[in-house]
């Protein structure tokens, strides 16, 4: 076996959902999933309208809905959710490949080394980002193999991201101790090689029927019109805090067009990606608009006890369409970041309308 094939062996597949994602619904893809079926039978066409992990897509795969279609404004979440969908026999060749090209300067090493990553996985970055790019311009690779490839390549670069988690910020002391004084400085993985991992099937993780996933790369609020389903299940953004600010370094990777950065943050122009669901004077209005234009006839909302909107101006805005109800699940929250952890308890709302009048 060649070391770039051992090392792959020695190291896990990634599996769907398994990164740190602000607002991901892993742990309680059940319970929602769950009670979705209770309240509205298991669907046969199904809209995931913020699907971020695709946590809930994959529940609601495992349960048998028929028909899913997951929407979300982020292309690197798109990716990944399409690459864990589509299969070929070539990807364990082309991993092999790409893990044992040199690494090399380029874009990624002149943006981000030493703030984001070390110097070294940059240069792998560069060298294997390239090669992707080039073998899907070549022709070398179908659409699915890229898909593949880029999700792999995405999940690997989060692995080694001296982040907490999400990119607005970037840990300090990149190259010093991970620990000092039981403060949390630099996570260990930082300094381990970057190197892509087979994606784990969603069967395997025990989703069936997950190829029936559909993704969409685009605005839920422009969608939702043209998107007759039986159950349409929503996850918005619950606070100030744009997805395209805390997810930009992995966007730039997916995107792959090269634009200009600004600020200590190292971030591009992210006008276009904004969402009005962060924003404390959009997001009343978004929700009824997108209500609006939802052609469903059950709707699920996920929420916050934390978020912008309180539960009782989303139950006034939903019982413009029915006569909602909320089930509640109290959620421990860890304080991550840089420092002293503290553990709080947040209430995740589930609500739920039936939409009079729909078909
Ligand atoms: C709370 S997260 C969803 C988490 C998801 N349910 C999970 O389990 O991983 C909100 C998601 O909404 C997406 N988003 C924000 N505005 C959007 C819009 N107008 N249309 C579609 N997706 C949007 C963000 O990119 C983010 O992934």
Known sequence: LSASTKREKAEPSF???????????????????????????????FVDGFFGTGAVSAAMASRGA????????????CVILRGFCARSSRIPRLMEELNALPGSGGYITESYAGTYFTEENCRRMDAVRERIAEL?????ITVGEHDILLASFLLA????????????AFLKHIGGAAMVDG???VDQRVQTPFVLRHLEPLGKAGVAGSDSIDVIEGDMLELAAGLPVEVAYYDPPYNGRQYCDNYHVLENFARWEKPPLFGATRKFDRTSLKSPFSRRSSVAQALSLLLERTRARHVFLSYSSEGILSADQILATLSLWGTP?????????????????ARRSVIEYLFHVEIEGAA
Not at 328 to 340: I, K, Q, S, T
């Open 325 to 341: 109800s909320a089930s509640e699940m109290a959620y421990p929250v860890f304080g991550n970041g840089a420092g002293v952890s």
């Open 183 to 185: 403060r949390h400085l």
């Open 66 to 77: 028929a028909r899913i279609i997951a929407v979300d404004t982020l292309r690197s979440n």
């Open 15 to 45: 599996r769907p959902f398994t990164r740190k994602y602000l607002g991901s619904k892993r742990v309680l893809r059940d319970w929602i999933a769950d009670s979705i079926c209770a309240r509205a039978g298991v669907p046969g066409s």
């Open 157 to 168: 670069a989060d692995r080694v991201a001296n982040t907490i988690g999400q990119y607005d």
């Open 136 to 140: 899907r311009s070549l022709g070398a």
